[in-house]
Nanobody
Framework: DVQLQASGGGLVQPGGSLRLSCAAS????????IGWFRQAPGKEREGVAC???????FYADSVKGRFTISSDNRKNQVYLQMSSPKPDDTAVYYC????????????WGQGTQVTVSS
């Protein structure tokens, strides 16, 4: 079965950086797009970034230029490098997979907490 596990969260200062990892298993990564979502207290879950197996990347306007999504397809790993984080980036971050040929095949991983504070 498809399984996703997000990790790497923690406390980071606004001038620091943090890298989140999403370990995926149980599927062929080439057939999927992997995205990062986040949910802050009292707010709806929102998309942050997405990457396809052929390397196309998409970012929410709120993180564009600050966050970088990347992948290691052979390892079925997706990363989110968070640079210049802001307090508003504080949220639980989740990774999600979508089968690009069957869009209704969606899987969510467990979240990892990111707290941006000085």
């Amino acid at each position: 079965d498809v399984q996703l596990q997000a990790s790497g969260g923690g406390l980071v200062q606004p001038g620091g950086s943090l890298r989140l990892s999403c370990a995926a298993s149980g599927f062929t990564f080439d057939d999927y797009a992997i995205g990062w979502f986040r949910q802050a207290p009292g707010k709806e879950r929102e998309g942050v970034a997405c990457i396809t197996s052929d390397g196309h990347k998409f970012y929410a306007d709120s993180v564009k230029g600050r966050f970088t999504i990347s992948s290691d397809n052979r390892k079925n790993q997706v990363y989110l490098q968070m640079s210049s984080p802001k307090p508003d980036d504080t949220a639980v971050y989740y990774c999600r997979s979508v089968n690009i040929y069957a869009g209704d095949e969606v899987h969510w991983g467990q979240g990892t907490q990111v707290t941006v504070s000085s």
